[in-house]
């Protein structure tokens, strides 16, 4: 394992790696949002095809923990870019607090998203053998509602794998500051999973009004 | 050879090959050589299973009802020759083999910019390549390999959900290429290799890259959709349930369509190196060539309904997609007639590479040309799910990438080795590939024409002869690849030592010996130089003020 800003052998300069990371995380961040916009035209088409069993599939979600968890991760995303300036100036105390505030907040969100799926759970509302919309609906409105909540699970579950995975990336973070190896001269990993962390969080930006607000105004 | 004399070479005595050994030493090696062997020996592997599965349908197809299997299997036949050679041969082949050995070099860099990230991709791409080959043994898999909804997410009884997981993983190999390819020619180029003096194979590898990126993400999603759809019972993109198979098609195609490109632009740049090495002379219009590999994999993006002609779409969006169809046809033109004109008063020599390079160009041209029969509205009505549309196709992809693959082999055979191939030997390889690939394919533009249909197990009997003809030419071609088989992995062993720079050419790669140090070259290398300057480099040892220089294989 390299240590503090140690220049791996396939570069000539420090300067040099630093650009190579960092060109590398948003080439990978433009194949991610490649990645969700299939989803996203999945989701276009077939709200503007169904868009009575959308709007009525949409109020059935409950408001506030999607409002709330937005707030909750537009928290995290100040405290993610805090760790980010903090690292950047060398604050090596402030560091592992602000990482630590971070993975606190993405937990929460994770959380309140397990409650909700909970909630779907109890209402038969998981696409699957099981589902059923509303009790008498007709097998058309049931066949598009759950269209609408395969698409609900499939958005904020690849989100959430997005989140989970943004956890292990933070809690690597944190072990690393704690060893003192992030300085002024070497910050890119900080850098790096914060481009990361602030995406996902953008992804979620557009998700919960796109999932929750239909028609609600 | 015209400077040193062959006896003269000798292998270097530390290279890539001995620096370390056993096992480990490959299966956890960073280099990009050792990766882009890996490469290698895994699509062979599948290139062999893809042709197994070819040859079993061209048996078959001997007979107006069919010689050996019935039409169930039939359908696992194609479409397991499909999926094989696609996602697990054409797309990973140039890339992953000759561009993982050759771009870092070529640019004078120790290695890709991310090495550990390289041999990560190989990985994924062996867990893809397991699930693909656990769908094949455990029931196959009849979807044809366009995974069309609702066949495959409701009706087929096929394995089909291993196969797209196979596939779905096998994405994320070709996105790590792709990234790292792309991230390497942006910063990891030695001083002095400006953009516009990289080598056109570099070009088209940073094109292909671009495409790897913002393609394969899109098919990943959708596969996962239709695996989802397939295993939970969702709707995406099942009728019944209210979802749209044509969404399916269009995401499908979003990627599939560039993912031509993928397999065809490499094969370009190979030959945009092997044709001025072999005219002995600068290339012509090297900015357009380069700029053309960027174009086609931008307007390749926005071609994709063309492939849905038939299927349902409205009339003004088909237009607009014959027309960029179309459009996309200049930059391809651009380069052949740009190596056309390399060739234009050269001193050519007809050695094996140069072969490939030649048979390239006339194949491709056929290829490409019947691809405007088929961007054509009218005529698209008439050819679709044709045999013409089969042999399309195979012109491009076998006539174009894999005579690139095999040309590029040869060319960079004594780099990767350090030996010389009997060259005797591979000129009539080349010629018996090229000829059995005619025989094989031609046919099938007039069966196309004719209206047989593709993936049918049976045919009526008036299609007999060309069928017949076509399969005798496929065993033609089948020599063709086995010939190159047998006397490259001989001539590991017991080739000619090759020396630094047996063509000559100019690159980078031919200034560090071959085979290259683990770390490619002894000092970074500045490049004062531009890209083919024949006419400017003394130290290749050709004499360029009167008479053409000797080529290798004419002393």
């Known amino acids: 394992m390299h240590r503090t800003g140690e220049l791996y052998e396939q570069y000539r300069t420090l300067e040099q790696q630093r650009e190579t990371a960092s060109l590398g995380m948003w080439v990978f961040l433009s194949t991610e949002v490649l990645f969700f916009a299939g989803l996203f035209m999945t989701y276009t088409l077939n709200r503007s095809t169904y868009p009575d069993v959308f709007s009525e599939a949409s109020k059935t979600i409950k408001l506030w923990p999607g409002a709330l968890n937005t707030v909750v991760l537009i928290a995290s995303s100040l405290t993610m870019a805090l760790s980010v300036w903090a690292s950047q100036v060398g604050k090596k105390k402030l560091l592992p607090l602000f990482l630590i505030a971070t993975l606190i907040l993405g937990t929460v969100f994770l959380g309140i998203k397990a409650y909700e799926y909970h909630d779907k759970y109890v209402e038969h509302h998981i696409p699957g053998w099981n589902f059923n919309f509303e009790p008498g609906a007709d097998a058309a409105t049931n066949a598009h509602a759950q269209l609408f909540f395969s698409l609900y699970f499939g958005m904020t579950g690849l989100h959430a794998l997005h989140m989970i995975v943004g956890a292990g990336l933070l809690i690597w973070l944190l072990r690393e500051s704690l060893r003192g190896r992030f300085t002024p001269e070497y910050n890119t990993p900080v850098e790096n999973i914060g481009l990361y962390w602030h995406f996902v969080d953008i992804v979620w930006i557009f998700l919960f009004p796109l999932l929750y607000l239909i028609d609600r105004h | ?555």
């Not at chain 2, 990766?35 to 599965?53: N, P």
Request: hydrophobic residues 50%; aromatic residues 16%.
């Open chain 2, 1 to 555: 050879m015209s400077a040193t004399p062959a006896a003269v070479n000798q292998m270097p005595r530390e290279h890539y090959l001995n620096a370390t050994y056993g096992i480990r030493s490959w299966l956890l090696t960073t280099d990009h050589k050792r990766i882009a062997l890996l490469y290698l020996a895994s699509v062979t592997f599948f290139f062999f299973i893809g042709g197994a599965f070819a040859t079993m349908i061209r048996i078959h197809l001997l007979s107006p009802k069919g010689l050996l299997v019935t039409p169930e299997t039939y359908n696992k036949l194609f479409t397991m020759h499909g999926v094989a050679m696609i996602f697990f041969f054409l797309i990973p082949s140039i890339p992953a083999v000759l561009g993982n050995f050759l771009l870092p070099i070529m640019i004078g860099a120790k290695d890709l910019a991310f090495p550990k990230i390289n041999l990560l991709s190989w990985y994924i791409y062996l867990i893809g390549g397991c699930f693909v080959l656990y769908s094949f043994s455990t029931g196959g898999l009849d979807t044809g390999w366009t995974f069309y909804t609702p066949l495959s997410s409701v009706y087929s009884n096929s394995a089909v959900t291993p196969a797209v997981l196979g596939v779905f993983i096998n994405g994320f190999s070709s996105i790590l290429t792709g990234l790292n390819f792309i991230v390497t020619v942006h910063t990891m180029r030695a001083p002095g290799m400006t953009w516009f003096r990289l080598p056109l194979f570099v070009w088209a590898q940073y094109a292909t890259s671009i495409i790897f990126i913002l393609g394969t993400p899109v098919i990943a999603i959708t596969l996962l959709l239709a695996g989802l759809e397939r295993m939970f019972h969702l709707g995406f993109f099942n009728p019944a349930l209210g979802g749209d198979p044509i969404l399916f098609q269009h995401l499908f195609w979003f990627y599939s369509h560039p993912a031509v490109y993928i397999m065809i632009l490499p094969a370009m740049g190979v030959i945009s190196e092997i044709i001025p090495t072999f005219a002995r002379k600068p290339i012509f219009g090297y900015s357009f060539i380069a700029g053309s590999s960027i174009a086609i994999a931008v307007i390749g993006f926005f071609v994709w309904a063309h492939h849905m002609f038939v299927t349902g779409e409205s009339t003004y969006a088909a237009l607009t997609f014959s027309l960029l169809s179309y459009l996309v046809a200049i930059p391809s033109a651009v380069k052949v007639f740009n190596w056309t004109s390399t060739l234009y008063k050269g001193s050519i020599s007809y050695d094996t590479p140069m072969l490939y390079a030649l048979g390239f160009i006339g194949l491709f041209l056929i290829g490409g040309l019947t691809g405007l029969f088929l961007a054509c509205l009218g005529l698209d009505i008439h050819l679709h799910d044709t045999y013409f549309v089969i042999a399309h196709f195979h012109y491009i992809m076998v006539g174009g990438a894999v005579m690139g693959y095999v040309g590029g082999l040869h060319y960079w055979w004594p780099k990767i080795t350090g030996k010389l191939y009997p060259e005797y030997l591979a000129r009539i390889a080349a010629i018996t590939l090229f000829l059995g690939f005619n025989l094989t394919f031609f046919p099938q533009f007039i069966l196309g024409y004719l209206g047989m249909p593709r993936r049918y197990a049976s045919y009526p009997p008036e299609f007999q002869v060309l069928n017949v003809m076509s399969t005798a030419g496929a065993s033609i071609l089948a020599l063709g690849y086995l010939l190159p088989m047998i006397y490259l992995t001989w001539s590991m062993r017991y080739g000619e030592v090759a020396g630094p720079n047996p063509w000559p050419a100019t690159g980078l790669e031919w200034r560090t010996p071959s085979p290259p140090p683990t770390e490619n070259f002894e000092v970074t290398p500045e490049v004062t130089w531009e890209p083919y300057d024949y006419d400017n480099r003394p130290d290749l040892g050709l004499d360029v003020s009167g008479a053409p220089a000797l080529a290798h294989g004419d002393d």
